[in-house]
């Protein structure tokens, strides 16, 4: 993988390894977009060390969860597609 790439990480099944390995990711100087799908992010997820270093990493999440929408964007079918198809490497976690 050379520097530079776009990484789309997709938290499907572990939110928290999701998040840590997005902003594991920008060490390398990949631009990195962090998609939590499948459920809801609870306040513990969100206030973990792992919250902390997608802050420091300059990461803002988005999800495909409806009852999401105005804590984090909100990506519909088409944005989420876009997504992907933008991508240069998709992570599924």
């Given amino acids: 993988m050379s520097e530079g790439r776009t990484v789309?990480?997709?938290a499907r099944r572990d939110h928290l390894e999701a998040?840590?390995?997005a902003a594991g990711?920008?060490?390398?100087?990949h631009r990195v977009r962090l998609v939590f799908m499948d459920r809801?992010?609870?306040?513990?997820?969100?206030t973990s060390?792992?919250?902390?270093?997608?802050?420091?990493?300059?990461i803002e999440p988005e999800s495909t969860v409806a009852?999401?929408?105005?804590?984090v964007p909100l990506l519909d079918r088409?944005?989420?597609a876009a997504a992907i198809d933008g991508a240069d490497l998709v992570v599924n976690l």
């Fill in 19 to 21: 998040m840590r390995v």
């Fill in 25 to 29: 990711l920008t060490i390398f100087g």
């Fill in 8 to 10: 789309l990480v997709l």
């Fill in 49 to 58: 060390e792992q919250a902390e270093l997608l802050e420091l990493a300059g």
């Fill in 67 to 71: 009852s999401m929408a105005g804590v």
């Fill in 78 to 80: 088409a944005a989420l």
């Fill in 40 to 46: 809801p992010v609870t306040g513990e997820i969100a």
